[in-house]
């Protein structure tokens, strides 16, 4: 009889189900969010190279003349990151912490989602 299912059982376990799948489709929202930003910068930078003859050195040399404002990690609400040394591009990712990016061949298991500049 304890492991018959209940109206509360059913309720909290609904519930929990729920919450979970919020969880995911945030995550999923913030990747897709996430992209589109990487996208922007990176035609943004290439038209910049295209123009100057030169990688950039600063996010914010693409504004106004590239884009109107830099586009947002939507991880922590800041711009994304840039690393001109490494020549990368990433977010701080689910769990918000800046490690300066990250390594590896796939961003999705990545602790910060870093993007290679190959131009």
Do not use: H
Request: charged share 20%; with cysteine; glycine share 8%.
């Amino acid at each position: 009889m304890i492991f018959t299912q209940n109206s509360i059982g059913r309720v909290l376990s609904q519930s929990l189900l729920t919450a979970i799948d919020i969880s995911k489709q945030q995550e999923k929202k913030c990747n897709t969010d996430m992209l589109v930003s990487v996208t922007q910068i990176l035609y943004a930078m290439k038209a910049y190279k295209i123009d100057t003859g030169r990688l950039l050195v600063n996010l914010t040399d693409l504004v106004p003349k590239y884009v109107k404002s830099l586009p947002e990690d939507p991880y922590d609400g800041k711009p994304m990151k840039y690393n001109p040394g490494k020549n990368i591009l990433y977010s701080v990712g689910v769990d918000g912490a800046d490690q300066g990016g990250s390594e590896g061949a796939d961003w999705t298991k990545m602790p910060n989602p870093t993007f290679t500049i190959g131009f």
